[in-house]
């Protein structure tokens, strides 16, 4: 009897450990994240603001309407503007990563034809998908081909009516 006892016990200790993870493992995809997420950035290294509305497809794919701005004012930003588009990856520990390829706007002095820029950025998402937390990891600015360093974070909020929740 004590035999079967702590066979049981082991095999618990050894299963259940387990199990929860691959509970765990199907918190997140890439569905978690599915609307339209109001949104802001602040860079430390510029310094630069953005605010704007991102749109997450629920399988991939990302597009944003934002307005820039920097506290030198070289920008000349007057209203929002669009055309970013680019994909994000979530991971079952909702984690995740994204890649931004930025809209046309170019900085003074860059060239019409030159790189429109990069920006990977890697999140964590919290309650439930409502909101996302992240950093810049690399970005590339317009007309370069070397990622630049930067202390950027970045936050989204779900979009939603009282109905939503």
């Known amino acids: 009897m004590k035999n079967w006892l702590w066979k049981g016990i082991v095999a618990a200790a050894i299963a259940l450990p387990a199990l929860s993870g691959i509970a765990r493992a199907e918190g997140c995809t890439n569905a978690t994240l599915n609307g339209a997420y109001a949104f802001s950035v602040v ?6 603001v953005v605010v704007g509305i991102g ?7 990302f597009s944003q309407v934002d307005y820039r701005r920097d506290s030198l004012r070289t920008m000349n930003a007057r209203d929002f503007a669009g055309g ?25 002095g860059v060239p019409i ?22 950093v810049v990891a690399q970005s590339t600015p317009p007309g370069q081909t070397q990622p630049q360093p930067t202390q950027t974070r970045v936050d989204f909020w779900k979009v939603a009516s009282e ?3």
Request: charged share 20%; aromatic share 6%.
């Open 84 to 108: 970013e588009t680019g994909s994000y990856a979530v991971n079952p520990d909702c984690t995740g990563s994204q890649l931004i390829h930025l809209s046309v706007r170019r900085p003074p």
């Open 113 to 134: 034809g030159a790189s429109h820029g990069e920006i990977e950025n890697r999140f964590v998402i919290s309650d439930g998908g409502r909101s996302i937390h992240g």
């Open 55 to 61: 749109h997450f497809d629920g399988k991939g794919g």
């Open 163 to 165: 109905q939503d929740n």
């Open 43 to 48: 860079d430390f290294t510029t310094p630069l």
